[in-house]
T-cell receptor
């Protein structure tokens, strides 16, 4: 099993839609989780951190299910500018502040 | 406000050539990393440097070497480039002991022909 797995998509949604992505992870000891956003041909940038059961920031909600070892990202009222690839990220099980990146889920929001 | 600066942004190499990718950060971060990103795959860690003077192998170190020149600079060297090393390379930095909020450079697109 890969350490971090994501549905690659693409998710094609109209503006205003609500969309959710899931991510599963293998290291049950992980305490922190992250969602990064990567625009086409750009570097990844931190979108949200998740340390407990979840986190909310405006239209974005991240939820954590430790029992099932998955993290979700919910985007409400999708905007054209939300079109990007969303990377699920988990600290490396081997130690010192290294991150394991999922392959990403691509979102395309259309008018 | 430079953050993490990578050079060059684009490079084409012939098989067997060598080159060094440069990375510099101005945020006084202790830890620096080199990742590669290939289509359909997540970023994979090549090497990292927890602090000045230390370097360690990541997930895919074969064919690469690194140098932590000082606290600001962390370079990645390809001694004999191979087509399998065609990729986008990202350098990142973070505060020591912090996993939240890596800062990435804008990447180097390398093609080996």
């Amino acid at each position: 099993r890969k350490e971090v797995e994501q549905d690659p998509g693409p998710f094609n949604v109209p503006e205003g839609a609500t969309v959710a992505f899931n991510c599963t992870y293998s290291n049950s000891a992980s305490q922190s989780f992250f969602w990064y956003r990567q625009d086409c041909r750009k570097e990844p940038k931190l979108l949200m951190s998740v340390y407990s059961s979840g986190n909310e920031d405006g239209r974005f909600t991240a939820q954590l299910n430790r029992a099932s070892q998955y993290i979700s990202l919910l985007i409400r009222d999708s905007k054209l500018s939300d079109s990007a690839t969303y990377l699920c990220v988990v600290p490396f099980s081997g130690g010192y502040n290294k991150l394991i990146f999922g392959a990403g889920t691509r979102l395309a929001v259309h008018p | 406000n430079a953050g993490v600066t990578q050079t060059p942004k684009f490079q084409v190499l012939k098989t067997g050539q060598s080159m060094t990718l440069q990375c510099a950060q101005d945020m006084n971060h202790n830890s620096m990393y080199w990742y590669r990103q290939d289509p359909g795959m997540g970023l994979r860690l090549i090497y990292y440097s927890a602090s000045e003077g230390t370097t360690d192998k990541g997930e895919v170190p074969n064919g690469y070497n690194v140098s932590r020149l000082n606290k600001r600079e962390f370079s990645l060297r390809l001694e004999s480039a191979a087509p399998s090393q065609t990729s986008v390379y990202f350098c990142a930095s973070s505060e020591a002991g912090r996993v939240d909020g890596y800062t990435f450079g804008s990447g180097t697109r390398l093609t080996v022909v």
